[in-house]
């Protein structure tokens, strides 16, 4: 009885339309539209990759692996189990024009690539034809930018190691680019057999090769992953399939879509306390109804009810409006966001991404409505007859207090599980919650300090108000200083961390970088490299060790993912080096080294930090496949290795016989001085053509337009947050105008005028927005750290700029938003206000 007859209030009171409500209407919609939009475009790049996956791993299914190509009995396995069979090798190489140098990613393909999909080149013509052979010579192809920046014209000549190529077409694109990881170097393509002789396959040399298979229909992946990691189970031989054709690809746009959408739900907070101040506005306005109903028998349940069953509909009109906008935003932008992505996307309506935006927005309108309607209960007729402002102040019921935790507990479980980032989800949420506790004492705070500043600013009557109005009793302060510092909260934290991600290289990179990296130095070519650069004054270091790569297959006998999870250093291979002694670069933390004629049992020395989030200790034995061969060692000590420095830095270094025999070649890092570096390349890539450099500044300059487009992303996330800051606080002001204007009517009464007036409202609002400036930037700073250092796992410094622009455009926002809304109460006529109160 009493539902139905609350049905019928809120169904009248729903007949006054959106008046008070547009404000909540419009942060309820945007933060669910950002939480939506977000998700649809996660869901059409994971559909994209899932319909494509074939095209981008570039057959049905792919074994990788490290520096060695698949002997006669894994090749045999392979044809009995496909269609077709591709052979790839992938690695880093210097393309040589006369004096020009250029590094390149080296693609060497045989006739069956691609297994699916095209090349598509310039002039247009079958990759078969680009790669056969031109005039004696072999074709190639490579990317424009690399065209351009050796000089080249379509029919020239260039040389990979020492073997020539002519250059037949530009590379436009390849169906299996997306899958091919992090390049330094632009694309180039060859067949694998011309480079037979250019010295840049032998033993020990660093590429990685891939076996594409193209599979019968009804093929079960399942199976045949089973089988291929039992058969190879020893040898390094890496499975992937379809199903993740692009698995780098696809984990970044999921942790990255994840932290958007917690973002979005930061946002979303900040409309959540728009809602509750658009409420408590409401609620107030009120008073007269709710009053009239309580004296006429209506119980508080009923009250309740009816303002539940009206704000719950219009809830769910804000939620309908969000979905709509962050469903056709992707749609209607798809166009654009396909051009700027290197990978598919299959834009569509997504049910999934819309369902969690909409289950998002229920329970955010939920927790920030339940204690303004639930304070209803608290008001006495009597009180709200006397003095509308008045009453209301005690907490909700225990019972709503309860319901208000456990929607805040459901949100979180939903997040976490939605998102996948248990870790990141809570620590978003303690930071909201943090800024929201910090937020209300420093609220009160200012509210002491300004019913204690009051009295001592005699003389000067436009401050002495504005105190006196922020520690009054009607709560404004709370209001605005919560409504306006979440908003710059979180803001201020975006700002630190996308300051964080584009200034992290300059920031990390060392005073003193190598000039270059040189790879693949062959054993008997390090006296002659090593002369050559000894001898140069110009050069001021050369560092060199024996370079070999494995991967960590087991752990104390136990499959390594299964002791330390998934830490990078299992993800695909690792660099492996000897030593007879300790480098002079290298501080041995715990443990000791091996003598310098040690025969044992195989010992290595692990780095200390990635030791320690493996959970290993000293004595632990660690299985390594090199080169299809399984060698397990011991770790007898723990070292110190810095690879923020840009230098040489191993996980692992062997004792030598530990890796006798086993074919491997030199890496090194020179130091020299920037005009000389040009020559020194001439030289060394002339006298070794199979040695590949990779200058430093261009690693470095290829790493930044990654960061910098994480950057924007996260930027992307806090314009939505910025708007529904802003949406909140013209909330709040216009909340707080029907205060103002009965303040303005009895100021104007006692004989001030309008200009003090409007200056004691100017100076309110600076006040309370550079309170909220000042709590949002402390939050920020803190979030941006935590989230800069655990999650980013980049080095933080406070970015001023960032921070001091946050209490600027607080106290500017605050200004005109509150100047805004002090027009009417300037104009309204003192008589007229004063006898409504009556």
């Not at 248990?422 to 303690?430: K, R």
Request: aromatic share 8%; charged share 15%; with cysteine.
């Amino acid at each position: 009885m009493s539902l139905s007859l609350a049905a019928r209030f809120a169904r009248r009171e729903l007949r006054g339309g959106l008046r008070g409500f547009r404000i909540f209407l419009a942060c309820l919609a945007l933060g669910v539209a950002a939480i939506a939009a977000v998700g649809t475009v996660r869901a059409a790049i994971e559909a994209g990759l899932a319909r494509e996956g074939a095209a981008l791993l570039g057959g049905d299914a792919e074994l990788e692996l490290t520096y060695r190509f698949a002997t006669k009995d894994e090749r045999a396995w392979m044809q009995s189990r496909a269609a077709r069979v591709s052979e790839i090798a992938d690695f880093r190489s210097m393309a040589v024009v006369g004096d020009q140098r250029g590094l390149t990613q080296v693609k060497a393909v045989d006739a069956n690539y691609p297994l699916i999909g095209d090349v598509a080149l310039n002039p247009p013509m079958p990759i078969a034809d680009a790669l056969a052979e031109q005039s004696v010579l072999p074709g190639a192809v490579m990317e424009q930018v690399l065209i351009d920046r050796l000089g080249l014209q379509i029919s020239d000549i260039f040389k990979l190691g020492t073997q020539e190529f002519r250059l037949t077409a530009a590379l436009l694109s390849e169906p299996d680019s997306a899958g091919g990881g992090f390049g330094l170097g632009p694309r180039i393509i060859v067949r694998r057999a011309a480079l037979e002789a250019s010295g840049l396959l032998e033993a020990g040399t660093l590429f990685s090769s891939k076996y594409r298979l193209a599979l019968p229909a009804g093929a079960d992946l399942d199976a045949l992953s089973a089988e291929a990691n039992a058969a190879f189970a020893q040898s390094g031989l890496r499975w992937r399939d379809a199903r993740n054709g692009a698995p780098g690809v696809a984990q970044f746009v999921d942790r990255l879509g994840a932290f958007l959408i917690l973002v979005g739900l930061s946002g979303l907070a900040v409309g959540g306390v728009g809602v509750s101040a658009a409420v408590s506005s409401y609620l107030k306005g009120k008073t007269a109804v709710i009053a009239t109903l309580r004296t006429l028998g209506a119980e508080r349940g009923v009250i309740f009810q009816t303002y539940f069953i009206q704000i719950g509909v219009l809830s769910l009109l804000g939620i309908a409006i969000g979905l709509v906008l962050g469903a056709l935003a992707p749609l209607l932008l798809a166009p654009l966001i396909t051009e700027r992505l290197p990978i598919p996307a299959a834009f569509a309506l997504y049910p999934k991404p819309l369902f969690e935006a909409a289950l998002y927005g229920i329970l955010t309108a939920l927790i920030f409505t339940t204690w303004p309607l639930a304070r209803t209960e608290n008001i006495r007729a009597a009180t709200l007859f006397r003095d509308a402002g008045q009453g209301g102040g005690r907490l909700p019921a225990p019972r709503y207090i309860l319901a208000i935790a456990m929607m805040v507990a459901l949100l979180l479980a939903l997040a976490s599980w939605f998102s996948g980032t248990v870790f990141l989800t809570l620590w978003t949420a303690a930071g909201i919650f943090g800024a929201l506790i910090l937020l209300v004492l420093a609220a009160a705070l200012i509210r002491f300090i300004a019913k204690r500043l009051a009295p001592l600013a005699r003389g000067r009557a436009s401050l002495r108000w504005a105190l006196g109005a922020i520690s009054g009793p009607r709560e404004e302060a709370v209001s605005v200083v919560l409504s306006l510092g979440l908003g710059l909260s979180v803001l201020a934290s975006v700002g630190q961390i996308d300051g964080n991600l584009r200034g992290a290289i300059a920031r990390d990179l060392p005073s003193v970088a190598p000039s270059y990296f040189f790879v693949d130095i062959q054993k008997d070519q390090m006296p002659g490299y090593l002369e050559r650069l000894e001898n140069d004054p110009s050069v001021s270091r050369i560092d060199s060790a024996p370079m070999l790569r494995g991967i960590i297959t087991q752990i104390n006998g136990a499959p390594a993912s299964e002791v330390a999870g998934d830490h990078w250093v299992l993800e695909g291979d690792r660099g492996i080096t000897y030593s007879t002694d300790i480098p002079d670069n290298t501080r041995l933390l715990d443990g000791t080294w091996w003598e310098p004629d040690y025969t044992g049992p195989p010992l290595v020395s692990f780095a200390a930090e990635e030791a320690e989030e493996m959970n290993l200790k000293l004595g632990d034995e660690v299985t390594v496949n090199i080169l299809g061969r399984d060698i397990t060692a011991t770790i007898s000590s723990f070292r110190e290795v810095d690879f923020s420095t840009a230098g040489i830095g191993f996980i692992m270094s062997m004792n030598p016989a530990a890796l006798s025999g086993a074919p491997h070649s030199f890496i090194s890092t020179v130091y020299a001085t920037p005009e000389t570096e040009a020559q020194i390349l001439r030289d060394l890539s002339t006298a070794y053509p199979n040695i590949t450099a990779i200058r430093v500044g261009d690693a470095i300059a290829r790493v930044s337009e990654v960061l910098a487009g994480l950057a924007a992303a996260v930027s992307y996330g806090a314009a939505a947050t910025l708007l529904t800051g802003f949406l909140v606080l013209i909330g709040a002001s216009a909340a707080g105008e029907q205060a103002r204007t009965f303040e303005a009517a009895i100021l104007k009464t006692l004989g001030a005028t309008r200009a003090r007036i409007l200056r004691s409202f100017a100076l309110r609002a600076a006040i309370l927005g550079g309170a909220a400036g000042l709590v949002a930037l402390g939050s920020g700073i803190l979030g941006g750290w935590a989230v800069s250092t655990f999650v980013m796992e980049t080095s933080y410094e406070v970015i001023w700029s960032n921070a001091f622009a946050i209490i600027g455009g607080g106290i500017l926002a605050t200004l005109l938003s509150g100047l805004a809304f002090a027009w009417r109460p300037l104009t309204a006529r003192p008589a007229h206000i004063l006898r409504a109160q009556e």
